[in-house]
């Protein structure tokens, strides 16, 4: 089967972004009839309707939806490839802005900077970290750090590790006093130490592999924190339960100070995500610490 050339999808991509004809031609320098011929096309390659027309709107169709959820993320690497073949040349310098959450800062970040300084001398990094979703084009930043994909329009979004493992922790002292809990029903009758966002306002859900599936598990507890710090303390102390990233805790494992329980309950691993918005031309400062918080998922160059 012929394939369709990569500029349709990017147009097919656009107007589905844009919801018009008229304004995805003025935004490729086209006519609103180049656009129809183009989605056309493409329409009889993939053997369906992507767009439902009437006289005043557009919309996608379900098979559109689809194609667009599997696009985006491959037109995203295409461009983010392109962009490192073209800036090969070009060495990496200025201000570097990062908006990160604590987390991913003390997950990913700190314990390799010695290592991007040495390697990038002509870079200046700033780390400012921030629990809730800042407007990152907005305050200046040139890229953001979050759990998840973030999906906001005109932002490209690419992982940086392979999952963060979550677990329920607790102290040695804690489970003697309390039990141990053997299924995910069981913490109802335990203190569970809580975490409330601090953009939303909303407590951090609980999640367990139950039966195959993801499943929410109401908890609750007297202590609420926004701050991970405090919650490992709080655990620590023999206080609660606690459901962490379990590589944030490290040395409270190995130390024997919080032993995880429901293990075979586990989640699945959540993966940190850094976020930009899409633009022509990528920095090549943001493009060489794109590559090089990668290194660990992909392998080093």
Same mark, same amino acid.
């Given at each position: 089967?012929?394939?369709?050339?990569?500029?349709?999808?990017?147009?097919? %991509?656009?107007?589905?972004?844009?919801?018009?004809?008229?304004?995805?031609?003025?935004?490729?320098?086209?006519?609103?009839?180049?656009?129809? =011929?183009?989605?056309?096309?493409?329409?009889? =390659?993939?053997?369906?309707?992507?767009?439902?027309?009437?006289?005043?709107?557009?919309?996608?169709?379900?098979?559109?939806? =689809?194609?667009?959820?599997?696009?985006?993320?491959?037109?995203?690497?295409?461009?983010?490839?392109?962009?490192?073949?073209?800036?090969?040349?070009?060495?990496?310098? !200025?201000?570097?802005?990062?908006?990160?959450?604590?987390?991913?800062?003390?997950?990913?970040?700190?314990?390799?900077?010695?290592?991007? #300084?040495?390697?990038?001398?002509?870079?200046?990094?700033?780390?400012?970290?921030?629990?809730?979703?800042?407007?990152?084009?907005?305050?200046?930043?040139?890229? !953001?750090?979050?759990?998840?994909?973030?999906?906001?329009?005109?932002? %490209?979004?690419?992982?940086?590790?392979?999952?963060?493992?979550?677990?329920?922790?607790?102290?040695?002292?804690?489970?003697?006093?309390?039990?141990?809990?053997?299924?995910?029903?069981?913490? %109802?009758?335990?203190?569970?130490?809580?975490?409330?966002?601090? !953009?939303?306002?909303?407590?951090?859900?609980?999640?367990? *592999?139950?039966? !195959? =599936?993801?499943?929410? %598990?109401?908890?609750?507890?007297?202590?609420?924190?926004?701050?991970?710090?405090?919650?490992?303390?709080?655990?620590?102390?023999?206080?609660?339960?606690?459901?962490?990233?379990?590589?944030?805790?490290?040395?409270?494992?190995?130390?024997?100070?919080?032993?995880?329980? #429901? *293990?075979?309950?586990?989640?699945?691993?959540?993966?940190?995500?850094?976020?930009?918005?899409?633009?022509?031309?990528?920095?090549?400062?943001?493009?060489?610490?794109?590559?090089?918080?990668?290194?660990?998922?992909?392998?080093?160059?």
């Amino acid at each position: 089967m012929e394939r369709e050339p990569i500029p349709a999808y990017s147009t097919f %991509v656009l107007l589905a972004g844009l919801g018009s004809f008229t304004r995805t031609g003025d935004q490729l320098g086209i006519s609103a009839s180049a656009v129809s =011929q183009q989605i056309r096309r493409l329409e009889a =390659q993939v053997g369906t309707r992507l767009f439902n027309r009437t006289s005043r709107q557009i919309a996608l169709t379900e098979a559109g939806q =689809q194609l667009l959820a599997e696009v985006t993320p491959a037109l995203d690497m295409l461009d983010l490839a392109l962009q490192r073949v073209r800036a090969q040349q070009q060495g990496p310098s !200025g201000l570097l802005r990062i908006n990160t959450s604590r987390l991913a800062a003390g997950l990913l970040i700190e314990p390799r900077i010695d290592e991007f #300084l040495a390697r990038y001398p002509d870079l200046k990094l700033e780390l400012f970290t921030d629990d809730t979703f800042a407007d990152i084009v907005r305050e200046g930043f040139d890229a !953001g750090i979050r759990l998840g994909p973030y999906l906001a329009n005109d932002m %490209v979004s690419v992982p940086l590790d392979d999952g963060q493992p979550v677990g329920v922790v607790a102290s040695p002292a804690y489970l003697k006093r309390m039990g141990t809990p053997q299924t995910p029903r069981d913490l %109802v009758d335990h203190d569970c130490i809580r975490y409330r966002f601090a !953009g939303s306002k909303r407590l951090e859900s609980w999640h367990f *592999q139950i039966d !195959g =599936q993801t499943t929410e %598990v109401d908890v609750s507890g007297r202590l609420i924190f926004s701050d991970d710090r405090y919650i490992t303390r709080a655990a620590c102390k023999g206080y609660g339960l606690v459901q962490r990233f379990l590589r944030s805790i490290p040395g409270e494992l190995e130390r024997g100070e919080l032993v995880p329980v #429901l *293990q075979r309950y586990a989640p699945p691993p959540v993966t940190f995500h850094l976020y930009f918005a899409a633009r022509q031309h990528m920095p090549p400062k943001l493009r060489a610490f794109i590559d090089f918080l990668r290194e660990p998922l992909i392998g080093a160059p």
